[in-house]
């Protein structure tokens, strides 16, 4: 389905000067202590003090975050270190991150006929293999099972690999980075896009703007996994997904989701939403042009079969960045930044950071109608102010109950630019904060209501310390209205990396958290729901806490009830999990730990033959198949 759109119309909104609408509590940034203290009634007394405490992270601690993982797990049970494990807690929790630093630092199997001529090394010890930025290194999946049939539930089944990737092979096989064409935009530093292009987490600029399947563009498939339709994927903005057996986590292969992503060089993002209500799954692509890109929103089934006309193409104005979106009932909800071209070089380069550039000005907010949807295309200038309507991190979006007409969002997003004109540090890159502060953004939590048919957009706070990475009970509440907002936070108040775990009440404005000590970091917070649960807060947090004095990672679970009383049980997983982005809970899927070792071992085996499985997995070219892809054309076909 095409949607038409007045582009001239866009363009004169685009740079539409608009006045700023102050909102009451945006003059002053809160500390997060503060922000505590001003509900501490709602808090258990414990928490209070907890929050109130302002102490500087350890950053040595932190830095060790970004450490290459040279062992993967094949299976490991583990059992907690304090607290037990809920009985009701039964499903699997996956999440994808960066984790190889340092290029070619698993060696392929001794029964390759292909070995490299460089072993692996200690991070740093070979600087020309070191990727430029902790977001350029190749992915690797955590999955964690809970409730397996016959398992102790005291117990939990922990793996963790590599993606697979064609890069990731290719870099194996010599032993070198083979991929540098990052290497440009990343050397600028804070000078890049006013510092949001090279943030240390979430930079706004992820990939080489060569288009197609090309050594320029490396999917690292190391920004989310998915759980949908009983399959798992690794996903990278950009590139395809990776397709991942969900109990041993070997990799299967690029997928084109059952030829949804009709060719094997169109671009795809790096994020899913559910409509929890109509349970469908909507993801998006996007071709970016110097005058005019275009973005392509898809939508599934449960099933994950492409509903009917589940391809909606809308045009959008100039270069557009496009790192994350959202969904309502009737829309898809995209924030488009201001950008420009550098002419003829966009033509001639590609480096994003050399030939495009961050404007100062108004965002532009897209309505884009499902494909099940009777409303018009919308595109509104959102209103400026102090903060930065660019590489927001979308958390939900709904229509009002009160008045569908109004569409309401909450999102994170930068409090400022970066200034400083520094280049990146080199690894280990954030080991003081200085260094940390030199390539990051604080944060804090915003809500933007739409009306749709004023054509006008306001925003006011919702939290207004450092916050990242939040979230919602999605299985329930996405792209509904939602109550309660879980995020990391950080412990100092001022811009530092996120250390612990919150809960806001979108309702009653209260807030309660839960922070460990100065050397841990708490990864995205993952709402997994109870069995039998029926309230929208009816389950745990989970979260992967990174010790930096131990050198090693746990898993940590909450209430999702009583944040501030701190895990009910913490698993050490026996290994460090470098810093994770975003993954998903899959209710009631797991297995017992017995049978992912199984997998496991057979997924070691068939990796181990090498170039005789390359060859089974080849594409079948007469058909424009590939066998990863025959059971998504053909469900059912093996069992």
């Known amino acids: 389905m095409k949607l038409g759109l007045n582009l001239a119309l866009v363009a004169s909104l685009w740079s539409c000067a608009t006045s700023f609408v102050p909102f009451a509590g945006h003059s002053s940034r809160v500390s997060l202590s503060k922000a505590l203290i001003q509900h501490e009634a709602t808090l258990p007394q414990e928490d209070t003090k907890n929050a109130a405490r302002v102490s500087e992270p350890d ?6 975050g970004y450490t290459t993982v040279f062992d993967e797990v094949p299976c490991r049970v583990c059992k907690p270190s304090h607290g037990t494990i809920p009985s009701d807690l039964k499903g699997s929790y996956f999440r994808c991150g960066p984790a190889m630093f340092s290029a070619g630092s698993i060696v392929p199997p001794k029964t390759s006929i292909i070995q490299p001529k460089n072993q692996p090394v200690p991070d740093g010890q070979d600087p020309s293999r070191m990727v430029r930025h902790p977001f350029d290194a ?41 991929y540098t064409a990052m290497e440009s935009t990343r050397e600028m530093g804070s000078e890049c896009a006013m510092g949001l292009g090279n943030e240390w987490q979430l930079p706004l600029y992820r990939h080489h703007l060569q288009p197609g399947l090309n050594k320029m563009r490396k999917n690292t498939s ?85 509903v009917e ?13 496009v790192n994350d979106f959202a969904a309502t009932e009737n829309y898809a909800v995209v924030v488009q930044p201001p950008m420009s071209t550098n002419g003829m070089q966009f033509i001639l380069k590609k480096e994003p950071g050399l030939v495009t550039s961050l404007d100062k000005g108004s965002s532009l907010l897209h309505l884009i109608p499902r494909t099940s949807s009777a409303k018009s295309p919308l595109t509104i200038s959102i209103p400026m102010d102090d903060g930065v309507d660019a590489n927001l991190q979308f958390i939900n979006a709904y229509e009002s109950p009160r008045d569908p007409s109004v569409v309401i969002f909450d999102a994170i997003r930068p409090d400022h630019t970066i200034a400083s004109g520094k280049p990146l540090p080199e690894w280990p890159w954030v080991d003081t904060l200085e260094k940390y502060q030199s390539g990051a953004t604080s944060k804090s939590l915003w809500r933007y209501t739409v009306d749709t ?23 329930a509440v996405s792209a509904q209205q939602h109550r309660f907002i879980y995020m990391n936070v950080g412990g100092s108040g001022s811009n530092a990396p996120p250390q612990g775990l919150a809960r806001l009440d979108c309702e009653t404005g209260s807030i309660e958290s839960w922070m460990p000590a100065k050397h841990e970091f708490c990864g995205e917070p993952m709402f997994a729901a109870k069995e039998g649960g029926t309230a929208e807060d009816d389950g745990y947090i989970l979260s992967v806490i990174l010790d930096g004095e131990r050198q090693e990672s746990d898993l940590v679970v909450l209430d999702a009830k009583q944040i501030g009383a701190g895990p009910v049980a913490r698993v050490p997983l026996g290994s460090l999990v470098p810093h ?60």
């Open 138 to 178: 190749d992915g690797a999946v955590l999955g964690i099972s809970f409730g397996g049939e016959g398992d102790d539930p005291n117990q939990a089944t922990v793996r963790y690999r590599y993606v697979r990737t064609t890069a990731l092979i290719n870099e194996r096989k010599k032993g070198e980075k083979r």
């Open 59 to 64: 950053m040595k601690a932190y830095a060790s």
């Open 580 to 639: 994770g982005l975003f993954g998903c809970y899959a209710p009631n899927e797991t297995w017992p730990s017995e049978v992912i070792e199984r997998r496991a071992k057979l997924s070691d085996k068939m990796e181990s033959r090498g170039d005789i499985w390359n060859e089974v997995k080849s594409d079948f070219s007469g058909l424009g198949l590939r066998l990863d892809d025959i059971d998504e054309y053909f469900p059912g076909l093996f069992g």
């Open 222 to 306: 190391n920004t989310r996994t998915i759980y949908w339709g009983k399959r798992l994927l690794s996903m990278w903005e950009g590139g395809q997904p990776y397709k991942l057996d969900a109990l041993a986590l070997s990799t299967e292969g690029r997928s084109r989701l059952g030829g949804a992503i009709r060719r094997d060089d169109d671009p795809f993002g790096s994020k899913m939403v559910i409509d929890s209500k109509a349970n469908k799954a909507l993801f998006y692509g996007l071709e970016q042009g110097s005058k005019q890109s275009e973005l392509t929103l898809y939508e599934f089934g449960d099933d994950f079969r492409m």
């Open 453 to 475: 048919k004023a054509g006008k957009v306001t925003k006011e706070p919702l939290f207004g310390a450092n916050c990242a990475f939040g979230g919602i009970n999605a299985a």
């Open 309 to 321: 006309n589940g391809r909606t193409y809308f045009p959008l104005p100039g270069f557009a960045v």
